[in-house]
């Protein structure tokens, strides 16, 4: 496996993490293909940052217990801001096939919101609250992680 690559499990789920640059504090990395920013809270040796950096993947949905991470992790594609209300977020990591609803459209409990690719399986995620749709944070053919919030329906 090379220097810059490492695997991770965190609560069951497996996580390939690949850092592609360290500069102080901050280190830009790709988890299961997505990139992030990752902002270490103890700077390392750059002459040393790709052999021993250390860098734990994002937490995965936060119904489960709590962990504690060393950094904090932020998407570096552009993403909207969650609008106001219930946010529906992704219950597994995939690949998002379809968005079915746009901001401002009326949605009822069971309504298919998305529509999540995982494991070669189409996942139709269905809204658990009415209401109005606020904000979109996904496009179509974006990976997401588990616990990523896909929309906002206030």
Known sequence: MNQNKYQYKVQGVDYDVEIVEVEGNLAKV?????????????????AHAISHAKVEAPKPAPTQSKTT???SVRP??????AGE???VTAPLPGTIQAVCV???DQVNVGDTVVVLEAMK????IESETAGTV???SVNQGDSVMEGAVLLTIA
């Open 30 to 46: 790709n988890v299961n293909g997505i990139s992030f920013e990752v902002e270490l809270k103890h700077p390392i040796n750059p």
């Open 69 to 71: 991470t060393t950094a």
């Open 76 to 81: 570096t594609q552009p993403a909207a801001k």
């Open 85 to 87: 209300g219930t946010p």
């Open 102 to 104: 746009k901001v401002g």
């Open 121 to 124: 399986m189409q996942n139709n």
């Open 134 to 136: 606020t904000s979109i």
